[in-house]
């Protein structure tokens, strides 16, 4: 069975640009949570989907923003990217909510 | 008070040596328990799980949850040079909104 899957793995991005990241959950999984981890503030939610809808938000700012797909693929986008947006990106996805989460290798935003 | 807590670490110990990683929590709305394993550069990987205090056993891995304390520990035995890697516990609150919550992580090195 496959597991979560991130694109794409590695990217550098300029300061003011936007970011679009994917994730493919593992099959039959219909929740996905997207986080952002850094050496400073550890594993940060950002959001969580569920069938379409968006069921809870960390405390991040508006440019942070996400959907899902009726296939469960999500995405999230960063606009007007920041230096303090470098990070990795990890996608997780579960049966459905309040289940255990599964990581996939995450994303790593670079910005410049 | 943080939700979650974890002393980073770091934390080095000789091959075969008892290994134990401990989280403290704040919340007793808390309903379960994780740890995983994160690799350099690679995304979380789930461990171990449990619901309820006590023990659970897999392999040369131990969970322990004591909810009186609001405490809980992971313990590795006889442990390997592949064991060297950041531990995270996560702990699922459901009171109000659901999420999950992780602590900032233990870096442990194993010495051959």
């Known amino acids: 069975k496959a597991g979560v899957t991130q694109t794409p793995r590695y990217l550098i991005k300029t300061r003011g640009q936007q970011v679009t990241l994917s994730c493919s959950p593992i099959s039959g999984h219909r929740s996905v949570s997207w986080y952002q981890q850094t050496p400073g503030q550890g594993l940060q939610f950002l959001f969580e989907y569920f069938s379409e809808t968006q069921r809870n938000k960390g405390n991040f700012p508006g440019r942070f923003s996400g959907r899902q797909f009726s296939n469960s693929r999500s995405e999230m986008n960063v606009s007007t990217l920041e230096l303090g947006d470098s990070a990795l990106y990890l996608c997780?996805?579960?049966?459905?909510?309040?289940?255990?989460?599964?990581f996939g290798e995450g994303s790593w935003l670079t910005v410049v | 008070q943080k939700e979650v807590e974890q002393d980073p670490g770091p934390l080095s110990v000789p091959e075969g040596a008892i290994v134990s990683l401990n989280c403290t929590y704040s919340n007793s709305a808390f309903q379960y328990f994780m740890w995983y394993r994160q690799y350099s550069r690679k995304g979380p990987e789930l461990l171990m799980y449990?619901?309820?205090?006590g023990n659970k056993e897999d392999g040369r891995f131990t969970a322990q949850v004591d909810k009186s304390s609001k405490y809980i520990s992971l313990f590795i035995r006889d442990s390997q040079p592949s064991d060297s890697a950041t531990y995270l516990c996560a702990i699922y609150y459901q009171g109000g909104s659901e999420k999950l919550v992780f602590g900032k992580g233990t870096k442990l090195t194993v010495n051959p």
């Open positions: 997780a996805s579960s049966p459905s909510p309040g289940n255990t989460i599964y």
């Open positions: 449990t619901y309820s205090s």
